[in-house]
């Protein structure tokens, strides 16, 4: 089981996108174990794009995440970091697959809709930024045993 972080971006927030994206998660099988709607400020983007600050293009990345509210998830799953990367498909939308998140819904780079962390470390460091302990509701859905066996 893992725990990753997912934040629907501004411009997903904006377009009134946020059900029909977590129903996608949600119809995959995974736990959203906490959700809260937030304004990011410009030093939670500079300490969750730490690695693009002083990229040329961290500028316009600030002021897109700080525009609107984002809604913060985290969300568990077996291998939760893969399969939710694979559902949003790739970074742009305009190469992302149809059937993913990103390639039914985005067109672009940078307003691509999702954040989600790209490993395991960097969701543990994510996660840290966006919620405290007592935030995570952990839990088994009845439906687990319809879901997947036991051992998996």
């Given at each position: 089981?893992?725990?990753?972080?997912?934040?629907?971006?501004p411009?997903?927030?904006?377009?009134?996108?946020?059900?029909?994206?977590?129903?996608?998660?949600?119809?995959?099988?995974l736990?959203?174990?906490?959700?809260?709607?937030?304004?990011v400020?410009?030093?939670?983007?500079r300490?969750?794009?730490?690695?693009?600050?002083?990229?040329?293009?961290?500028?316009?990345?600030?002021?897109f995440?700080?525009?609107?509210?984002?809604?913060?998830?985290?969300?568990?799953?077996?291998?939760?970091?893969?399969?939710?990367?694979?559902?949003?498909?790739?970074?742009?939308?305009?190469?992302?697959?149809?059937?993913?998140i990103?390639?039914?819904?985005s067109?672009s780079?940078?307003?691509?809709?999702?954040?989600?962390?790209?490993?395991?470390?960097s969701?543990?460091?994510?996660?840290?930024?966006?919620?405290?302990?007592?935030?995570?509701?952990?839990?088994?859905?009845?439906?687990?045993?319809?879901?997947?066996?036991a051992?998996?």
């Amino acid at each position: 089981m893992q725990r990753t972080l997912v934040l629907l971006k501004p411009d997903c927030v904006q377009r009134r996108l946020m059900g029909t994206i977590i129903k996608r998660f949600e119809d995959k099988g995974l736990n959203i174990v906490a959700m809260k709607m937030i304004r990011v400020t410009p030093e939670l983007s500079r300490q969750h794009y730490a690695e693009h600050v002083e990229k040329p293009f961290y500028p316009s990345l600030e002021e897109f995440i700080t525009s609107a509210p984002v809604l913060a998830m985290a969300i568990d799953g077996l291998e939760v970091i893969s399969v939710v990367r694979g559902t949003l498909g790739a970074t742009s939308g305009l190469k992302a697959a149809a059937g993913t998140i990103r390639g039914d819904y985005s067109s672009s780079r940078q307003m691509n809709l999702v954040h989600a962390s790209d490993s395991e470390e960097s969701a543990a460091r994510e996660l840290e930024l966006y919620f405290n302990q007592e935030e995570l509701c952990d839990y088994d859905p009845v439906a687990t045993a319809f879901m997947r066996t036991a051992d998996e």
